[in-house]
């Protein structure tokens, strides 16, 4: 797979400034065969799913922005892509409110013909050019491409999810709340705030964790909380139902790995957990503190 460049004349008067650039610049993913098309569109299932959710999450949680279009608009940050787009549309012309499930297969049939147009240009011979946003195209060839890079499938993943290939965790806070969901978890960070005196100022959150480390390996993680406990990483908080504790066990296993390679640091996992689900949070390990709030 390939990263290529689309430079344009910043042409338009009316609203350039002295300051602006000659040149408007565009990064396209490029899939030029059938393993790329497969790949991509097995990862584009995933994240296209996730945001249409985040989206109808968003939407039905708050009560102040009347419509979908509305809420599209002026709240949600993280879904303004095509899919949201196109199913708040569709959700604003309906005569009738829109169920889960109908709103699912919406967005089902929007991701499965996006995926077989792609499959079906590439199956033809033909490239494709794809925006971050998940505008897409045939082209013939990169002629008129400034610029053209071999990408690998992590960096294929960034560019979709953070519209850079560049895109890495990097912690640099004594506290970390780590969150799957897309909102920020105001309740947990002030229960934290409250039960260990620190202010919420010094605490950094990486919301939709899951989502955003899906092609990491173990050794991704390890490396991850491994660096933050060098820069100082003291405490993690997080909120879970524990329901997947497949990802509950490996990120525990990547913890005691962590620290008993520090065994002259500590850290304080602050959790908030179901009470029947409190014997899957412990270690043998002195230096890791579990505190459940």
């Known amino acids: 797979m390939k990263l290529i460049t689309l430079k344009t004349p910043n042409t338009d008067a009316s609203f350039r400034r002295a300051t602006d650039p000659e040149f408007k610049t565009f990064n396209f993913l490029c899939i030029e065969n059938m393993q790329d098309a497969e790949y991509f569109t097995g990862i584009n299932s995933i994240l296209k799913s996730k945001q249409a959710i985040n989206f109808w999450m968003g939407f039905k949680s708050q009560n102040f922005r009347s419509t979908p279009m509305d809420y599209l608009c002026h709240e949600d940050r993280e879904s303004k892509n095509g899919i949201a787009n ?40 033909k490239m494709v050019r794809v925006f971050y946003n998940g505008g897409y195209c045939p082209i ?40 799957n969901d897309s909102y920020i ?88 957990v179901y009470d029947k689900n409190k014997k899957l949070f412990t270690s043998v390990l002195q230096n890791i503190n579990i505190v459940f709030l």
């Open 86 to 125: 196109v199913l708040a549309l569709q959700m604003s012309l309906s005569e009738k409110p829109t169920s889960i499930a109908d709103y699912c297969s919406n967005a089902d049939k929007l991701i499965m013909n996006m995926n077989s147009s792609i499959l079906d240009i590439v199956d033809k011979g």
């Open 140 to 179: 013939e060839n990169l002629e008129e491409y400034s610029e053209v890079w071999d990408i690998n499938e992590q960096e294929a993943y960034n560019y979709l999810l953070h519209k850079t290939i560049d895109f890495k965790f990097e912690i640099n806070k004594a506290s970390l709340v780590i969150e």
């Open 185 to 272: 978890p105001e309740r947990l960070v002030t229960k934290f705030c409250d039960e260990s005196g620190n202010k919420k100022e010094d605490i950094q959150i990486f919301t939709s964790f899951k989502h955003r480390t899906l092609l990491f390996k173990k050794e991704d993680y390890i490396k991850l909380f491994n660096d933050g406990i060098t820069n100082g990483l003291r405490n993690i908080i997080f909120e879970t139902t524990a329901q997947d504790q497949g990802q509950v066990n490996n990120i525990k296993q990547v913890f005691e790995y962590v620290m008993s390679k520090h065994p002259d640091k500590h850290l304080n996992i602050y959790a908030r």
